[in-house]
């Protein structure tokens, strides 16, 4: 799987759309884009996966750039709930594995 | 409905003890995994199974041994514990290979080791 380099933590006022960076310059042709988060003490959630072009579901937007090298995830509208640490994993789409880093940690703040 | 439970959700032993975590998805998912975070918040896998099948075994000491009764259990049993196994570990379960296989993730076990 490609290396993934996300910022350690952000912080975000509550209402305000937050931007989370994910570099993933060695990325193959046939690896997606994923993110996840983890709430304090819950297991991950799946937010939102792309391969090339932009995605959006009720959760969140996913910009890709166009050679792939970084992607931006997006939470429209950011409240208290959405404080977590968010994780950009990149994966073949036949693998079964799930790779994590340290993915970012953000504070949404009122 | 929960789709993946876990049980216990905390567990607390001594070292040297035989304990087990069990695992179910209600999904009708094919794939199911075991990971473990750390006390450094490392999420890091240890098996996945397909349709029963162990499919990734990513050097777990042989004292962890995944036992999958049927697709929709994957139970995660552990020997003679030690100290370093306290942690969380996380169940999950995925539809499988491809397209929109994003994994569903239990609330984890949070087993300490005294």
């Known amino acids: 799987d490609a290396k993934t380099t996300q910022p350690t933590s952000m912080d975000c006022a509550e209402g305000r759309a937050a931007n989370l960076p994910c570099n993933h310059s060695?990325?193959?042709?046939?690896?997606?884009v994923y993110w996840y988060r983890q709430i304090h003490s819950q297991g991950p959630q799946y937010i939102i996966h792309?391969?090339?072009n932009n995605e959006t579901n009720e959760m969140a937007s996913l910009i890709i750039t166009e050679d792939r090298k970084s992607s931006t995830l997006i939470l429209p509208h950011a409240t208290l709930r959405d404080t977590a640490v968010y994780y950009c994993?990149?994966?073949?789409?036949?693998?079964?594995?799930?790779?994590f880093g340290a993915g970012t940690t953000v504070t949404v703040r009122a | 409905d929960t789709a993946v439970s876990q049980t216990p959700k905390y567990l607390v032993t001594q070292m040297g003890n035989d304990k087990s975590i069990k695992c179910e998805q209600n999904?009708?998912?094919?794939?199911m995994y075991w990971y473990k975070q750390d006390s450094k918040k490392f999420l890091k896998i240890m098996f996945s199974?397909?349709?029963?099948?162990?499919?990734i075994n990513e050097t777990v000491p042989n004292r962890f041994s995944p036992k999958s009764p049927d697709k929709a259990h994957l139970n995660l049993h552990i020997n003679s514990l030690e100290l370093g196994d306290s942690a969380v570990y996380f169940c999950?379960?995925?539809?499988?290979?491809?397209?929109?296989?994003?994994?569903?993730f239990g609330q984890g076990t949070r087993l300490t080791v005294v």
């Open positions: 999950a379960s995925s539809p499988g290979q491809g397209l929109g296989t994003e994994a569903f």
């Open positions: 060695t990325i193959s042709g046939n690896e997606y």
């Open positions: 792309g391969l090339k």
């Open positions: 994993i990149v994966r073949v789409g036949s693998d079964y594995k799930l790779s």
């Open positions: 999904l009708g998912h094919d794939t």
């Open positions: 199974y397909n349709n029963k099948e162990l499919i």
